[in-house]
């Protein structure tokens, strides 16, 4: 019982610190990977430099941010994938479980943006249902959070030739690959390591270009071509 009420306290504190709008700002900003400085996340959050600095230590405190000191400069950061994960999902309930869901993100984020560190928007799930359709992804079963996932040989064969080494995917101390609902799109995107290398692939190669102030990506004239080519999608 004692466990249970710490945890229920946990929650609650963590909850508490990710619904003051400010902070809310902040975390949100921050879902596109970049790390930015209290003063940058000062104007995001729509508060003074000193109220922000007061924010990302509340936030800090709580395990949602991290923060990396170089030189004179400080620079806040998500504490990693799955603190992403947990506000990609409150986007999710927050929108609401209308089941005659109609998208109401701005286009420009609907098509094409990051979700931490692994592609999101309407790329993204449509790759999810041609990876399926082709026969490269697995699918677990459900669990607690997500359905896990697996490459089959085929995939793994198809997605070496892109430069994707799954075997040391598979080796990184984080999730192979899961179902993450999509909070555009109500539909799951791949999230995990292999989403993340599919993100790099596709912006070392230039079929996507990024935004530098959001969370944004905007989709070439090459990736189009590229994406029909590998993988059959047209956009």
């Known amino acids: ?54 924010h990302l230590t509340h936030l800090r405190d709580r395990g949602l941010v991290r923060v990396l000191a170089q030189g004179k400069h400080r620079y806040y950061s998500l504490d990693g994938a799955h603190t992403a994960a947990a506000l990609e999902a409150l986007m999710v309930v927050a929108v609401g479980p209308d089941s005659r869901f109609v998208p109401k993100t701005p286009q420009r984020l609907r098509a094409a943006r990051t979700c931490y560190d692994h592609l999101a928007g309407t790329i993204a799930v449509v790759l999810h249902d041609r990876f399926e359709q082709l026969g490269w992804l697995i699918a677990g ?21 892109l430069g994707i080494d799954i075997t040391a995917t598979r ?54 071509r590229e994406l029909q080519r590998h993988f059959g999608v047209r956009l």
């Open 1 to 54: 019982m004692d466990v249970e009420f710490s945890a229920e306290k946990a929650v609650s504190r963590i909850a508490a610190a990710i619904g003051e709008p400010a902070r809310a700002r902040i975390l949100y900003c921050l879902l596109d990977g970049h790390a930015r400085t209290s003063t940058e996340l000062a104007i995001v959050a729509e508060v003074s430099p000193s109220t922000a600095s007061v």
């Open 141 to 161: 079963p459900l669990g607690d959070t997500a359905r896990a996932y697996d490459i089959t040989p085929e995939g793994e064969r198809a997605l070496a030739s």
């Open 171 to 224: 080796a990184l101390r984080r999730r192979f690959a899961y179902g993450c609902v999509d909070w555009s799109e109500r539909k799951p995107h791949i999230g995990g390591a292999l989403g993340a290398e599919l993100l790099k692939i596709a912006l070392k190669r230039k079929w996507l270009s990024q935004d530098l102030d959001s969370r944004a990506l905007q989709i070439t004239r090459s990736g189009q």
